[in-house]
């Protein structure tokens, strides 16, 4: 058996959140969540009558350093 690897990336939110990084994931959302308010990416309005909400989904990506190393966490 292949133990996962402190550098895997997981696949959703849920696996992000119940493996061993979970605190370097919730920071990485944290901070886009933060960058998007900052740059006003989006308003939030009523939905009209009849209409449903598009879904969304979170892409979990470690950024690497040159040598290999983990640079960080992006969301």
Request: cysteine-free; overall charge negative; aromatic content about 6%.
């Amino acid at each position: 058996m292949i133990a996962p690897q402190d550098d895997e990336e997981p696949k959703t939110f849920s696996h992000a959140l119940s493996g061993p990084k979970a605190n370097e994931w919730i920071k990485a959302m944290e901070e886009e969540m933060e960058s998007m308010k900052i740059n006003q990416v989006w308003d939030l309005v009523d939905l009209p009558s009849g209409r449903r909400s598009i879904g969304n989904k979170w892409v979990l990506k470690i950024k690497h350093k040159t040598d290999g190393s983990i640079e960080r966490y992006k969301a």
